[in-house]
């Protein structure tokens, strides 16, 4: 499940408009009947335009034909899904060109884009459900059960306005995350902090003094009243700066003495909220430990660092909650139109991501733990992916690139 935008620059308008009408009508319909497809496009030409721009968009992948379906109709593919995000946030000015992938999660494709002014940025694509789809069998199971909220344009829609949500608040109260630039259903655009995730780090200076930040980190979000959720090397990107050099005028007389380059200051950013929860959650002292352990744990078997206290403890942590003053964050996501309900179906789905995980192999471990032969994973997933999404992928060569990235070409609709 990549991204190719390719085929962006020869989509017409009327292209565009039937595309969002299939997105429109995936409202109340999985599998768009065509007659409403035409209907919600509004073409001047009428049905024959419709179905010009429907062949159009099927061979771009963009939307597919169901075999074996009980009437004429389509649906939206996760291409074309990434299409209209990208549409949406080209015509926001905020991104117009798309350059290389830096990540893959289970659930997310990262890629870096910029705006016309060439600033680059992440543009995080969610992609809730696509392992689940693929071949655990529970899952689809899990899946087909929850109909009604399982599908996976919705539980990725979730999980990037969820994540919108806290990053903004967070950012509010002044916490090292990302700045969040836009959101478009199942993507987010952000600031690109440029550092490497705590994973890649083989040594620092003083271990004592970064495991007492992310300690910190996690009580600070405690007082907040959250929990991170999945506090681990991945989501942690540590910034490496040189202290700015102090002026000329001090170190004048100090000859001989050439001083040392001054060390490295680091600095934390955290990254991934999908899976945010509240200090008040029902389990929330299991996430709690959890996160304190990851660290913990982190800095034993990677820097030899363990600290000679325990904890810290969620019960000591749970008494600061709200305390001097600290703004309750938990409440966020709901009070801005993210309900109860939604919070639950992204909690199942991520809780139902958690375990296929477990029982996959792992594909994060390579240079340690395992043998990591994790890219055939990721590689059969086209396939099976999406229920038989048409393959939209991104060559690492691009064509027509400058510095890499591809400039989208969106024509003037809407
Ligand atoms: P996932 O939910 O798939 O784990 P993350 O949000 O953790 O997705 O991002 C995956 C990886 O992409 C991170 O480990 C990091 O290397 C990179 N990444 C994500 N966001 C940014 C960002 N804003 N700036 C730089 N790198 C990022
Ligand atoms: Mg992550």
Same mark, same amino acid.
């Given at each position: 499940?990549?991204?190719?935008?390719?085929?962006?620059?020869? =989509?017409?308008?009327?292209?565009?408009?039937?595309?969002?009408?299939?997105?429109?009508?995936?409202?109340?319909?999985?599998?768009?009947?065509?007659?409403?497809?035409?209907?919600?496009?509004?073409?001047?030409?009428?049905?024959?335009?419709?179905?010009?721009?429907?062949?159009?968009?099927?061979?771009?992948?963009?939307?597919?034909?169901?075999?074996?379906?009980?009437?004429?109709?389509?649906?939206?593919?996760?291409?074309?899904?990434?299409? !209209?995000?990208?549409?949406?946030?080209?015509?926001?000015?905020?991104?117009?060109?798309?350059?290389?992938?830096?990540?893959?999660?289970?659930?997310?494709?990262?890629?870096?884009?910029?705006?016309?002014?060439?600033?680059?940025?992440?543009?995080?694509?969610?992609? !809730?459900?696509?392992?689940? /789809?693929?071949?655990?069998?529970?899952?689809?199971?899990?899946?087909?059960?929850?109909?009604?909220?399982?599908?996976?344009?919705?539980?990725?829609?979730?999980?990037?306005?969820?994540?919108?949500?806290? %990053?903004?608040?967070?950012?509010?109260?002044?916490?090292?995350?990302?700045?969040? =630039?836009?959101?478009?259903?199942?993507?987010?655009? %952000?600031?690109?902090?440029?550092?490497?995730?705590?994973?890649?780090?083989?040594?620092?200076?003083?271990?004592?003094?970064?495991?007492?930040?992310?300690?910190? =980190?996690?009580?600070?979000?405690?007082?907040?009243? =959250?929990?991170?959720?999945?506090?681990?090397?991945?989501?942690?990107?540590?910034?490496?700066?040189?202290?700015?050099?102090?002026?000329?005028?001090?170190?004048?007389?100090?000859?001989?003495?050439?001083?040392?380059?001054?060390?490295?200051?680091?600095?934390?950013?955290?990254?991934? /909220?999908?899976?945010?929860?509240? %200090?008040?959650?029902?389990?929330?002292? %299991?996430?709690?430990?959890?996160?304190?352990?990851?660290?913990?744990?982190?800095?034993?078997?990677?820097?030899?660092?363990?600290?000679?206290?325990?904890?810290?403890?969620?019960?000591?942590?749970?008494?600061?909650?709200?305390?001097?003053?600290?703004?309750?964050?938990?409440?966020?996501?709901?009070?801005?139109?993210?309900?109860?309900?939604?919070?639950?179906?992204?909690?199942?789905?991520?809780?139902?991501?958690?375990?296929?995980?477990?029982?996959?192999?792992?594909?994060?471990?390579?240079?340690?733990?395992?043998?990591?032969?994790?890219?055939?994973?990721?590689?059969?997933?086209?396939?099976?992916?999406?229920?038989?999404?048409?393959?939209?992928?991104?060559?690492?060569?691009?064509?027509?690139?400058?510095?890499?990235?591809?400039?989208?070409?969106?024509?003037?609709?809407?």
């Amino acid at each position: 499940m990549l991204l190719d935008t390719r085929a962006m620059r020869h =989509l017409t308008a009327e292209d565009w408009k039937v595309l969002t009408a299939t997105e429109m009508g995936t409202k109340n319909h999985e599998l768009v009947p065509t007659q409403l497809i035409e209907r919600l496009s509004r073409l001047k030409g009428g049905a024959s335009g419709v179905h010009k721009s429907i062949s159009a968009l099927a061979k771009a992948g963009l939307i597919a034909r169901m075999k074996e379906a009980k009437y004429d109709g389509y649906r939206l593919t996760y291409g074309g899904l990434d299409y !209209l995000a990208l549409h949406t946030h080209s015509q926001r000015r905020q991104v117009y060109s798309v350059g290389t992938r830096i990540g893959v999660g289970k659930e997310s494709d990262i890629m870096i884009v910029a705006d016309e002014t060439g600033t680059q940025k992440v543009l995080k694509i969610h992609r !809730l459900g696509r392992i689940s /789809f693929r071949t655990v069998k529970s899952n689809r199971d899990y899946l087909k059960k929850n109909q009604a909220c399982g599908s996976w344009m919705y539980l990725s829609r979730l999980a990037a306005m969820k994540e919108y949500v806290f %990053m903004q608040a967070l950012r509010q109260e002044g916490f090292p995350v990302p700045e969040p =630039l836009a959101q478009s259903r199942h993507t987010i655009v %952000m600031t690109l902090i440029d550092a490497h995730p705590l994973r890649q780090i083989s040594s620092v200076r003083d271990p004592a003094g970064l495991y007492g930040e992310l300690i910190g =980190l996690i009580l600070r979000f405690a007082k907040h009243g =959250l929990i991170h959720g999945d506090f681990n090397e991945f989501n942690i990107l540590i910034k490496e700066e040189r202290p700015v050099p102090e002026t000329e005028s001090k170190g004048k007389g100090k000859e001989g003495d050439e001083e040392e380059e001054p060390p490295l200051i680091l600095t934390p950013i955290v990254i991934d /909220f999908p899976q945010m929860v509240s %200090m008040e959650h029902q389990n929330a002292e %299991m996430y709690f430990d959890r996160d304190v352990h990851c660290i913990k744990y982190f800095f034993e078997r990677r820097f030899h660092f363990v600290a000679t206290e325990p904890g810290p403890f969620f019960k000591d942590a749970k008494k600061t909650v709200g305390k001097d003053g600290a703004r309750r964050l938990d409440a966020t996501a709901e009070a801005s139109g993210f309900t109860k309900k939604m919070a639950k179906d992204l909690e199942a789905a991520i809780r139902n991501q958690a375990v296929i995980q477990e029982s996959a192999p792992d594909s994060s471990d390579e240079d340690e733990e395992d043998g990591g032969d994790e890219e055939d994973e990721d590689e059969d997933q086209e396939e099976e992916n999406g229920d038989g999404d048409a393959k939209v992928h991104i060559s690492e060569t691009l064509p027509e690139s400058e510095e890499g990235m591809v400039k989208l070409v969106v024509s003037e609709t809407t």
